[in-house]
């Protein structure tokens, strides 16, 4: 196993200043215009199947394209890289037959995204990086039915999820993370799955590393796509006790803010968002601005909101030194100090009140 290295926690860096998180990988590599001989590469020439838009083979077929896009968000001013490792599940991987490639796809997104943070803090003596292993939500839910004719269907159950979620994450650990990111949560039980995943996976190697927590609001009704409030989200994943807890994709940053307001109020945990760049137009691109999104997070940042920040869909290194421009020198969030209490979740929050909590 690739040691992590010994560097400054991020906990402690949390405490000083908010830290910057990459942009998008997808805009990035779209970017690139490649076609399918790019995506096969040598490594899988002759491969009956179309590996067209399966990003994370990028790893093993593509690796120097990732590698830059890495350092091109380091030089830009990001903090913590996150892995090429999205849809990199058994789960995922099965909609291009590549399920047997899993590990080899996450253990080069860390080696990849590892090396890069290595180039950035040799070329800035004191420099401190970070490689946050990128585990997305996968394409199935636990919570509900694909088929309206049966409610009670599941497309996935509980344990195969977990499963998949905690090989991913060994091999992420295997290519020497310092942090897992649990994103783009839109089934608070599929984020379960993946926290009890990697709960295993840590209790197993000894090797424990700090989890970060983010959800996406799916429309105007403010909750996820499973139906929960930002504050019945926190309720849901508390017991984790995630390093930070947070919101990315949704709306981008002008929609986010009163739910990251709602977060920030209630969660005892640092807070990160990373929001896209505005919302999509009719072709699916794009249109909002570097200076446009920063100075909505500015204002976030002002009215001490945030601990981490950074970029999602349509997001580019220039988003991000907009993003770290904007945020230089404003303190971090401060969390809230909540009295003790019972605090439950359905689709909404409930609260057990003990002595004089709220």
């Known amino acids: 196993m690739i040691q992590a ?53 990028l790893n093993l077929t593509a690796p120097d394209a990732i ?22 599940t058994t789960v995922s991987q099965a909609d291009y037959a590549m399920e047997e490639y899993v590990v080899e796809i996450n253990s080069e997104g860390a080696r990849l995204a590892h090396e890069a943070c290595d180039q950035a803090m ?10 946050a292993g990128a585990i997305g939500p996968t394409n199935k839910t636990t919570s509900i039915s694909p088929d309206v004719n049966d409610p009670g269907f599941r497309a996935i159950d509980f344990d195969t999820l977990k499963d998949s979620y905690k090989q991913a994450a060994r091999a992420l650990l295997v290519g020497g993370v310092d942090l897992f990111l649990i994103e783009t949560i839109f089934d608070t039980l599929n984020a379960k799955a993946c926290i009890f995943g990697l709960e295993e996976l840590f209790e197993e190697t000894q090797e424990r590393r700090p989890i970060l927590i ?15 409030t930002p504050e019945a989200f926190w ?60 100075g909505f997070v500015r204002e976030w940042a002002q009215d001490g909101l945030l601990n981490i920040v950074g970029g999602c869909c349509g997001t ?43």
Request: net charge negative; aromatic share 6%; glycine share 10%.
């Open 5 to 57: 290295r010994t560097k400054k926690a991020l906990a402690d860096e949390l405490t000083e200043r908010i830290v910057v998180l990459d942009g998008a990988m997808g805009t990035e590599i779209q970017a690139l215009k490649l076609v399918s001989a790019d995506y096969h590469g040598k490594h899988f020439e002759g491969l009956g199947n179309d590996l067209t838009g399966n990003n994370d083979i």
């Open 67 to 88: 590698r830059e896009i890495h350092l091109s968000y380091l030089a830009a001013g990001a903090d913590i890289v996150t892995t090429n490792t999205f849809n990199a």
């Open 122 to 131: 040799e070329r800035e003596p004191g420099r401190t990086c970070w490689v």
């Open 214 to 228: 983010s959800g996406t609001i799916t429309d105007l009704s403010g909750r996820t796509l499973t139906g929960q």
């Open 235 to 294: 309720n849901s994943v508390r017991h984790a006790n995630p390093l930070t807890i947070g919101l990315n994709c949704s709306m981008g940053a002008e929609g986010m803010r009163p739910y990251l307001v709602e977060l920030s109020r209630v969660a005892d945990a640092f807070i990160c968002a990373y929001p896209n760049a505005g919302l999509p137009n009719e072709f699916g691109e794009y249109d909002e601005e570097a200076d446009q999104t920063a």
């Open 316 to 358: 580019t290194p220039a988003h991000i030194a907009a993003i770290r421009k904007a945020v230089d020198g404003l303190p971090p969030r401060l969390a809230p100090e909540r009295p003790a209490a019972m605090r439950l979740s359905g689709l909404e929050p409930f609260t057990v009140a003990t002595g004089d909590a709220a």
